[in-house]
């Protein structure tokens, strides 16, 4: 949770410094929105005995506020917070693994897949986003501005009713797991760079369309095989984009709709590091108690698509 500290404090100092600059010529504005999101998280860890992959879906709803700070319409605040409880997704987990049998007695290569399962899922998210305009040319309806943000995105998931299919020599691996098999969590922290281009049209429609890149991407994660007893962490870096089209329709006074599309790509590769707490089922005649592996190559990678719709009032 550190990653959401600095999210935080670097976001009170930017807001701390800018507010006694435009206290008293400032507008404000809150909105309520309803989020959904689809996508989804994989992590991807690669060792001498194969590949394994879990792709985790981003099939949620949610509930969000926001706030704007906006002074002279030459510098934009932007804070916005959506969570939502736990809930039953409709789409599944799946995991890949691909392995080199000639790390294993009796086993025989195979193409393809070797290994392949799929979990039922709970979910949860908790995400801020912070972001900065400074609007540097106009040309009516026309204005322009650079971007700078911050994101942190908080995914939880909680995996059960596991069924495996194992191909080739492994199909003795073929089961059905009935309960809990796998909680996994995901923090991610992205800084973004940009611009952003907005269209006023007669005070009562704005479009704003913003391009980022995300020069630094933090992805932390903690995936607790439940069964297997053993838990596995992953510190991952890298880069990503994003792309987003806003609008805003003004209806009553000082009341307007408002709607958001976003698409962000994010990619990181980093280690991993495996304990194991209890003794691993999968390992016959060995007590995995205590077994430590590190330097695991991992990359965390997550693709999303971000609709949002609210109702706000500038005052």
Known sequence: MHTLRIVFGLFVLFFVNIVPLSAGEVTHTARLNLVSLWGESSYEISFPEGVSRLEWPMDMHALGAAYVLNYHDFIEVDLSVVTNPWGERNDFMKDYDWIDESYYTGRTPHEGV?????????????????????????????SFALLAGLNYVELDYRAYNTSQVGYGSWQDQSDMINGPTITY??????????????IDIDEVLSMTIDASFLPYVAAEDEDNHIRRSRVSQSECTGTGTEVSLGTRFKFYKDWHLYTECTRQRISTSGDQTQYWYGDDPATANFDDTGSLYSNIDSDIDQETFQITLGIGCRF
Do not use: Q
């Not at 392949?116 to 609007?135: G, H, P, Q, V």
């Not at 969590?185 to 907005?198: F, Q």
């Open 114 to 142: 070797d290994v392949y399962s799929c979990s039922e899922l709970d979910s949860k998210i908790f995400m801020i986003n912070a972001d900065s305009r400074l609007f540097l040319y106009s040309y009516n309806p026309f």
């Open 185 to 198: 969590a995901l923090e991610t922290t992205s800084i973004a760079l940009g611009v952003s281009c907005r």
